[in-house]
Nanobody
Framework: QVQLVESGGGLVQAGGSLRLSCAASKNIFSINTMGWYRQAPGKQRDMVATITKGGTKNYADSVKGRVTISRDIAKNTVYLQMNSLEPEDTAVYYC??????????WGRGTQVTVSS
């Protein structure tokens, strides 16, 4: 089993930046894919960014150029650097781990609120 703990959310003005962190309880190099999803009120949960074990990154079109996913394997932590934030980025952001011993895991989420 993998526990994922997110941190770094908060309230920020439009145009500002935030860095989210996701600390995993297992060696992240043993997890096929890690990433970030977000869910705004009344909407489905959507992918924001993912990173594979091999380091391949993937971003949603809506955040390309504004968001960077990275990882620190020694700290078992994945980060999401978000710049030029917009009110439309307001959501609960969830950390996701896919493919650890055939199972997927979610964190409890961290709230990001962008004021206009």
């Amino acid at each position: 089993q993998v526990q994922l703990v997110e941190s770094g959310g908060g309230l920020v003005q439009a145009g500002g930046s935030l860095r989210l962190s996701c600390a995993a309880s297992k060696n992240i190099f043993s997890i096929n894919t890690m990433g970030w999803y977000r869910q705004a009120p009344g909407k489905q949960r959507d992918m924001v960014a993912t990173i594979t074990k091999g380091g391949t990154k993937n971003y949603a079109d809506s955040v390309k150029g504004r968001v960077t996913i990275s990882r620190d394997i020694a700290k078992n932590t994945v980060y999401l650097q978000m710049n030029s934030l917009e009110p439309e980025d307001t959501a609960v952001y969830y950390c996701y781990a896919a493919g650890y011993l055939g199972a997927d895991y979610w964190g409890r989420g961290t709230q990001v609120t962008v004021s206009s």
